[in-house]
């Protein structure tokens, strides 16, 4: 387990360090100006200016305070949707055709619309991770309600388990591994939303944001650092948010096998 | 006394071809503190019976009443032992699965915890109290609810072939585990199996169905002393007798 994992990171490490010596190669040989591949060195030296002033934080903040409240909105309409859906019938046969109809749309597809409902700034930025994210939320939570055992609820019923109390006891816990993976998927299409959105809709502040704005001044290094931080953030939310909560629930309780990191 | 009073059952439901008679005109009668097998082949209508006794399913036909009472669903007289190890809840711990009749019932946290960890050591499972279900083999998982089943005392066991996915060895653990707890607890046990070499371990009385519809064919009192001797003459003849009331060779 643990060589593996030992493994895996010089792997990973061997991988960006042929890619990072692949584009300084590329970025030396002249056969683009130099302003619009920045080597390895001046992405750096953009993301320590950054970091020194403060300003990097101040973007991250941003986007992942908005991240946090559309997923936080999307989490709390889209779960008891999900359930209601799983319980009752006729809200399966009201919703689920909405479900089907809006969740193909790509969320930046909104963008323009959103801007003109909400005004540039955070609530158009916040809707729009609040739609890429309902959607896995309400279907994940409806499947997991949906593939509850069936044993589990006799059991309950023959302990002598109303339905209130199955519900609370039974279905939400068994839910569970289904919406944990709806808030993972949820948060991967959040994440492209907020950065994406950003481009367009946000003022000063946010990753999407600083490498839009970028483009105006030709600062690459600015951009491509962005860029990173971006990846490694959003692997960073995955890895300790999401896989931490499923160590403690879901894998504890041997639903679902550990993934490998 | 009469505790359990199956009263010309009939069950019937909707097949793809039609209605399906799975039991006709079943009549038992269980006394309190009786353990009792219900012996046939698949298809026999023998967990229909169970599941009609449990008050999962209403009788299409006649009527089952405990204590007098008649059956209308499902109660806290009854605790319910099931095959699939799958029966426990896989977010509580052991002692926490053990714990869930009492809780819905609304017993305080400190008698929770008290009975609970009683029941567990009824079936040599103290020590595990805080695993969790999938950390425990399948036999263990079994004993928990067979735990689990005892804990809010009902007054009525009914278990639907609890050991049958069990390797024999431990199968034959669990037997005389269980009826230990049963001489211990006294309740009224209704068992269903398809394995006659264990109906004669554990029962007072043997029920034999045979399918198609499900009817009684046999009731077979089983006068040995317990613990019983498997390799005894005894308890082969008792093998024999039922095999032959199932038509075969079982």
Redesign the interface.
């Known amino acids: 387990m643990r060589r593996s994992g030992v493994r895996t990171v010089v792997g990973a490490l061997v991988a960006f360090g042929v890619v990072a010596l692949g584009w300084e190669v590329f970025a030396r040989s002249g056969s683009l100006p130099p302003a619009i591949t920045p080597p390895v060195e001046a992405i750096a030296a953009a993301l320590a200016r950054m970091i020194g002033d403060g300003t990097l934080f101040v973007h991250v903040g941003y986007t992942l305070g908005r991240i946090a409240a559309g997923l936080g909105l999307a989490a709390l309409a889209g779960v008891p949707l999900g359930m209601l859906m799983g319980r009752f019938r006729p809200v399966e046969r009201f919703v689920l055709p909405l479900v089907s109809v809006l969740s193909p749309i790509p969320s930046l597809a909104w963008v323009p619309l959103f801007i003109l409902w909400f005004g540039l700034g955070n609530t158009a930025s916040v809707a729009l991770v609040f739609y890429a994210a309902l959607f896995p939320l309400i279907l994940n939570t409806w499947t997991g309600v949906c593939s509850v ?1 069936r ?2 609820i ?8 109303r339905s209130g ?1 199955i519900f609370r ?2 279905v939400l ?2 839910a ?1 591994p289904f919406v944990i993976a709806g808030l993972r998927q949820a948060f991967a299409r959040g994440w492209i939303a907020v950065v994406g959105g950003e481009m367009i809709a946000a003022t000063r502040w946010g990753l999407g944001w600083v490498i839009f704005d970028s483009k105006e001044f030709l600062n690459t290094d600015v951009m491509l650092g962005s860029l990173a931080v971006i990846g490694l953030l959003g692997l960073g939310v995955e890895r300790l948010v999401f896989a931490a909560l499923e160590r403690r ?1 879901v894998e ?4 679902v096998r550990r993934t490998s990191a | 006394m009469r505790h359990i009073e199956i009263a010309k059952v009939g069950y019937e439901y909707a097949g793809t071809a039609g209605p399906v008679t799975a039991l006709r005109e079943v009549t038992v009668d269980v006394a309190t503190s009786e353990f009792l097998c219900l012996v046939g082949r698949s298809g026999c209508g023998k967990t229909t019976l169970l599941n009609l006794v449990a008050g999962f399913l209403s009788p299409t036909r006649g009527e089952i009443r405990i204590s007098g009472r008649i059956v209308t669903g499902h109660g806290l007289d009854r605790g319910v032992v099931f095959q699939d190890f799958a029966q426990l809840f896989p977010w509580r711990t052991a002692q926490r699965n053990v714990e869930f009749g009492l809780e819905m019932r609304g017993a305080g946290a400190a008698e929770r915890t008290e009975t609970a960890r009683r029941f567990l050591r009824l079936v040599d499972l103290e020590r595990f109290a805080g695993a969790y279900p999938h950390e425990l083999s399948g036999g263990m998982q079994q004993r928990v609810a067979i735990a689990r089943a005892l804990a809010y005392n009902p007054a009525v066991l009914l278990m639907d072939e609890p050991f049958a996915a069990l390797d024999a060895l431990t199968r034959d653990e669990m037997q005389r585990l269980l009826v230990d707890v049963w001489a211990e607890t006294r309740k009224t046990v209704l068992y269903v199996t398809h394995n006659v070499a264990e109906a004669v371990y554990l029962a007072d009385r043997v029920i034999v169905l045979s399918p198609h519809p499900g009817t009684v064919v046999a009731d077979v009192r089983v006068a040995l002393p317990r613990p019983r001797d498997p390799l005894s003459l005894a308890f082969l003849e008792y093998q024999r007798t039922i095999v032959g009331h199932l038509g075969g060779r079982g």
Do not use: F, K
């Not at chain 1, 504890?252 to 639903?255: A, E």
């Open positions: 055992n044993l589990w006799r059991a309950a019923e023959s302990m002598g388990a109390a006891h039974v816990p068994g569970l629930t504890r309780w041997g639903l």
